[in-house]
């Protein structure tokens, strides 16, 4: 496997679960959890709060969206061999 493909699967893997669905839901709200608490532990509760409401608007926005940017379906590969 090249370096193009292993690259290639690294990222599909960051931004994709397991099962194939897209995770940038799940990655903003891991991102929004973190910066929320690190600002809600230095003194920042208002920060906190619109961080963490930043991160669930992004897990809304991701539900509203995917049945239209995301139908269900199997999709053509770029790979050479075919694999997913």
Known sequence: MSLRDRARDALYGAMNTSDGSPASAR???QVAS??????????????????????????AAEGALSNYVYPPGDYASFREDGAR
Do not use: E, N
Request: glycine share 10%; hydrophobic share 60%; net charge positive.
């Open 34 to 59: 973190v910066a929320a608490h690190a600002a809600a532990q230095h003194g920042h509760s208002g920060t906190a709060a619109v961080v963490a409401t930043l991160g669930a608007a992004a897990v």
């Open 27 to 29: 990655r903003a709200t």
